[in-house]
């Protein structure tokens, strides 16, 4: 009986830690173009076409944007406080702000990040970083229920904002946005959370969780082991 009450205390203790942790609510780790029905519950809404889009053999998503095509991708949130991250690189970009973007849209305003191969900015004439995104870097992007925006870069706080425009829909973004510009770029990962605007120390980038998961399982590994 006693060993039972600890059994459950356990339990219950493992079910309130879990749901105190925060994790990512979606992952995407571009070994499917995104609206690939193979994705199933995970699938992204497209708008214009997701023919720009190539998976490589590491498992990115190889965008190029030619001037006369569109292609970005988008899942329906329903909160006032999100964080996404995508490890990226961009080759080029050609055209307005917002031709190659990743952010949160609504409900009262657009945080997006638009993306070039020397620097990423706040949409509608927000502050700027500066850095070589030819090579891969991990960006994310919060926005509070006040509409405050951070920027981190590889786990580094870059800009703070304030959502710009209103494209009235509500959901997470990536990709080729809706301009005449071209742009080419590789996605290694998207992952974000509608549970909040977490910096890193709070939500550690996929890259490290995903570490962290499998160091995780390494103690049953050697429980297992050591039972043979
Ligand atoms: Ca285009
Ligand atoms: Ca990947």
């Not at 053999?57 to 190889?62: A, I, R, T």
């Not at 120390?201 to 570490?211: D, G, P, Q, T, Y």
């Amino acid at each position: 009986m006693l060993k039972h009450s600890v059994l459950t205390f356990l339990f219950i203790l493992l079910l309130a830690t879990r749901g105190i942790a925060v994790d990512w609510e979606h992952v995407y780790e571009c070994n499917n173009i995104p609206d690939d029905k193979a994705l199933g519950n995970g699938v992204w809404e497209v708008f214009g076409t997701s023919e720009i889009g190539k998976i490589t053999k590491d498992g990115e998503l190889h965008i190029t944007d030619t001037a006369d095509k569109v292609g970005f991708f988008m899942r329906a949130i329903d909160t006032k406080a999100a964080t996404v991250e995508a490890r990226v690189r961009v080759l080029s970009q050609a055209g307005a702000s917002y031709s190659l973007l990743m952010g949160i849209e609504g409900p009262a305003g657009d945080a997006w990040m638009d993306l070039f191969p020397d620097h990423i900015a706040i949409d509608n004439g927000g502050p700027t970083h500066v850095l070589d995104m030819t090579k891969y870097h991990i960006l994310r992007v919060t926005k509070d229920a006040k509409n405050k925006i951070v920027v981190y870069v590889d786990d580094k706080q870059v800009l703070e904002g304030t959502t710009g425009g209103n494209s009235g829909r509500f959901d997470i973004i990536f990709g080729a946005g809706s301009t005449g510009g071209s742009s080419e770029s590789y996605w290694d990962y998207v992952v974000y959370t509608t549970a909040g605007a977490f910096p890193p120390n709070e939500l550690s980038n996929h890259v490290l969780k995903s570490a962290v998961d499998v160091y995780g399982k390494l103690p049953v590994t050697w429980g297992e082991l050591k039972g043979r």
